[in-house]
């Protein structure tokens, strides 16, 4: 099956500071998302970022598809950005997003 | 919407006993998705249904599991009989057909003891 893995799998940051993480998957996928996990074990969708670049305010992902890679870039770090951080792809039309183990940030105040 | 809604938050019970998970997607969606999140593994998808049918369930770890979707707004996830090795966080979610709007619920924490 598809593997994908996530880098680092551990970030500490101190507040302010800026992030990147990376997702890298070993086939072609037509669906690409990011969640963030928070300390109270919700999983909140951040992007469906298949390929191409977006921002939502201090985030922001991109896709290259043809590389079979993705971003997440965390701007200003916050403390209420810790959490876990996952990438989820799915291979085309088989209906199964298929998760990272994940990258677990800690952001000090 | 109310989002994904799980049933119950927590359960703690005893082994051999019979556990069943409930989920209510967002209306709309047509497809739903179970998953299960341990340290050791984490996030694992068991099994997901598109339209009310199951497509997928090779997540399932065995026959002790199983899954239903009586209609678009009701799916259950049970547990028989269960064992404490099942205990996890188990996790429902649910998109539309193209994976968009990929929205998980709460999650109901299953110890068993």
């Known amino acids: 099956g598809i593997q994908v893995e996530q880098s680092p799998p551990d970030l500490i940051l101190q507040e302010g500071a800026n992030s990147t993480l990376r997702c890298n998957f070993s086939?072609?996928?037509?669906?690409l998302q990011w969640f963030h996990q928070n300390p109270w074990g919700q999983l909140i969708n951040l992007f469906y970022?298949?390929?191409g670049t977006k921002q939502n305010g201090r985030l922001s992902a991109t896709t290259v598809a043809t590389e079979r890679y993705s971003l997440l870039y965390i701007s200003s770090s916050q403390t209420t950005d810790s959490g876990v951080y996952f990438c989820?792809?799915?291979?085309?039309?088989?209906?199964?997003?298929?998760f990272g183990q994940g990258t677990t940030l800690q952001v000090k105040p | 919407d109310a989002g994904v809604i799980q049933s119950p938050r927590h359960e703690v019970t005893e082994m051999g006993q019979e556990v069943t998970l409930r989920c209510k997607p967002i209306?709309?969606?047509?497809?739903l998705f179970w998953y299960r999140q341990t340290m050791m593994r984490g996030l694992e998808l068991l099994i997901y249904?598109?339209?009310?049918?199951?497509?997928?369930d090779s997540g399932m770890p065995e026959d002790r599991f199983s899954a239903k979707m009586p209609n678009a707004s009701f799916s259950t996830l049970k547990i028989q009989p269960s064992e404490p090795r099942d205990s996890a966080v188990y996790f429902c979610?649910?998109?539309?057909?193209?994976?968009?709007?990929?929205?998980f619920g709460s999650g109901t924490r299953l110890t068993v003891v």
């Open positions: 979610a649910s998109s539309t057909a193209s994976g968009y709007g990929y929205t």
């Open positions: 970022i298949p390929s």
């Open positions: 249904f598109n339209n009310n049918v199951p497509i997928d």
């Open positions: 209306s709309g969606h047509n497809s």
């Open positions: 086939d072609s996928v037509n669906n």
């Open positions: 989820a792809v799915e291979r085309a039309n088989t209906g199964k997003l298929i």
